[in-house]
């Protein structure tokens, strides 16, 4: 039932791939009462930071209302015109058809996202591939998920991901690799905390250079030297066989190639200490303790994934489980956690520029005619097209006529983004689909179309465990906001397919979806498949409730199913196959100019590029501005205090943020969040320092390894700047914004002295303000404090002093909070 007691609505969180059930109360003041959902399997009433706080980001600020076209991209301003439906999806139809006249379909290019639904990711895919003819389709998935893609499909022969959340609490040792599951996938972290609670023999192992908030439930941290998991399991490959821990009968009946992995293996034993880095004890202690652990669950994330030899890191992995039997059994198995919510669905609908829909091949001829048939085309793409990062280098260079991009933020997202700049500029049109008007990527846009957000769309999503979950409709959109399959549908028939696109409601599309996983599958010829689901009607698919795939027959209870128990693989011969891998250093390497090597991932509270997590002043509360981790000796070296604004740089680019003094990562190391970005501070993002190298299977960047210089701002100033309202601070040195209950707090620093940015604040408090109180303490102290008022209401509340001034930052953002939520004018003016 999607309707529960008292108006809760059931659906799905929109952020991580954990997928956690939600359960939603519209208030009739316009809020939305946010719960966790007992009865989904995924979270059982759990809810982490994120989730808990998406009632606070329904919220219209920022809102792209109405199909926007604008008339100058990029730096300048631009002159906005608002068209309706019909002229927007009519220019987007007449742009991509004029394209393709002149210059071919693959002229044109969509760049989706796993933050799509199934529905939206099939149509889009269905478009573009089966009508248009081209695969020039690719999704942020590429940075995400993609190494984990080829190495599934390398090891079993298909893209799959073998174990369910109930593992972690079956397993006997839990191994975490280059995940932050703590911060990324709390919830499943609270249900491995509760597991060792419940049985403290389970073992825990953390593998990550930096020293994580998961390793607080760790038997033992394993720091390893970035980029060197390949050697770590290599080493773990080579153990198991001199020890005799193979499972020889598992081996024999089931896989290919061991000879091959294993001499690859043994070639890298004697480089095992010096790759790693980490000692012969820390490194028998790990293997024994996998060797002689029967059921072990591997959980791998980004750290795995975002690297250049990303799909043999993941292989080395699936090898390990392969040579020891620890796949297919309950509390057993690799486990490669998705990101995006639906990271997994586009995968499933084919929405990657080397797949075709429903884990079909392209480089197999009957999986072509299935689908050419199927959906009644003979355009269906005959090959596949450029991933993402060689999409935007095709684009830089001209050959990408017209790009469609849908609910990612490439411009932030993907590495050097002076290049991605570069590339959008270069496109002759840029259409983008989003909830935010203003983000990096709709600065560059010709075109943005207004999508439903969270709470507004309805469809399916799949979760890390193959769990297809319904997020459902519960609050209005504001303004002409449509869902995403409904634009590109309305594109579809005007350029020429109507016939294919006449869907009128979401879950008609899933029907057509779950028909195409039949196709030439009646007898289990590939895994992914939704047969019991093609008979849903209206009313089924609205009370679908979570059905994990492979779903033979409609799922009125909770299953848990895991992959490859039978030993049945999708390869040819039906075995798994080893993969010969090698240890091979990441593509670029420190020197004496770029001394200090950054790996860049997630903090707690935010997500991604903050459009949505950035609404809450909850979440802001956690970390405030970019910061840089550097371990206290790096940090003497480069004379840098703590909290003080540093400045990272190479060849590609600079950024800044606030350095987080902490032993918690290794010297000449640092780490930054990818959060901040161009819209949320000033030049904090740290893919303007990302080489655009990638993996050469795979196509996935190495976001986690940029050599860099640092150099310690000589900023003179700093302030704190309240406001009810968006300010425009680009003319300073660097500012950073903090959603507040009341409004916007913005971090400031600046290299004028105090006097001066006092000054330059001054002229630009909003001249509609009734007055102005300030304060404006001796010139030793260097302390300057204003208040506006309209009416006694506080409209900013802004102080300023000098660098080494009296306030430690962190204590001036609560006495700004505090003025603002302060009744009177003199309680106001007693605060501070
Ligand atoms: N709060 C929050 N949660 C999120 C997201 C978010 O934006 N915010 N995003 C979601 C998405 S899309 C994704 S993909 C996931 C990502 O989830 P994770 O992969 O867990 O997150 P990251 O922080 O990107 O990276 C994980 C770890 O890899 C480590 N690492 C770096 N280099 C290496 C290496 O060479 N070897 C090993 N073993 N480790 C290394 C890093 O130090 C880091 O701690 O999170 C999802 N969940
Ligand atoms: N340096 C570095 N860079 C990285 C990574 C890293 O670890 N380090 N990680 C990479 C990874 S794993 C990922 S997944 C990417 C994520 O990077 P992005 O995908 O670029 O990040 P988001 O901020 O999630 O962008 C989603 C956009 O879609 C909009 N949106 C939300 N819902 C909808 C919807 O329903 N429809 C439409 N049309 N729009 C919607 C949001 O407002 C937002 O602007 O970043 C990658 N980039
Ligand atoms: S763990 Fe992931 S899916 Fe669950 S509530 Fe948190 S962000 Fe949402
Ligand atoms: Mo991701």
Redesign the pocket.
Known sequence: MSLVNDGWIKTTC?YCGVGCGVEARPKLTGELEIRGDQSHPSNYGKLCTKGIALGDTIIHDGRILAPTKKSQTGDQQTDDEELNWENATQMVAEQFTQAIERYGPDSVAFYV?????TE?YYVANKLIKGFIGTSNIDS??R??MASSVVGHKRAFGSDSVPVCYEDLEHAEMIVMVGSNLAWCHPVLFQRLRSAKQNNPELKIVVIDPRETESCTIADYHLALKSGSDVALFNGLLSFLSRHNYLDQDFIQSHTNQLEKALTAAESDSDLLEAATGLTQSELMRFFKDFSTTSNVVTVYS?GVN?SSIGSDKVNSILNCHLASGKIGQVGSGPFSVT??PN?MGGREVGALANTLASHMEFDNPEHHALISNFWQTENLATKPGLKAVDLFDAMAEGKIKAVWI?????M????DSAKIKKALKTCPFVVV????AD?E?TRMADLV?P????SE?SGTLTNSERRISRQRRIMPSPGMAKP?WWIISQVACKMGYRDAFTYRHEGEIFREYAELSTQGNRNGERDFTLIGLTQLDEQGYSQLVPQQWPVTQVQKEVINQRLFSDGHFYTPDNKANFVPVRHQPPKTTCDSRYPLLLN???TRDQ??????TGLSARLGEHKSEPYVQIHPKTAKEHSVQRNQMIKLHNAHGECLARAEITEQIQPNQLFMP?HWNNATAKNSK??NL?APHTDNHSGQ?E??HSPVALTVCKHQSRASFASRTVMNFNSLDYWARQKIAEGYLYHIESTLNAYELASYLKSQLKHNVDRVVSHESSEDEALYRFITFVEDKVMQAIHVQSIQGVHPINELSNILTARFSAESESEILAVL
């Open positions: 929109a996202s796993g933050q799509l639904l939206d942020n998935s940075l995400c980004q975002q990101g995006q990271a849908m609910a990612t933020n490439p932030v997202s993907l590495p689909s989003d909830c935010i983000t990527t179309l999508a439903q957000g969270w769309k995403d860049t991932g997630r997500w991604h590029t903050m459009s949505r990818i740290p893919c990302i960047p976001f986690k």
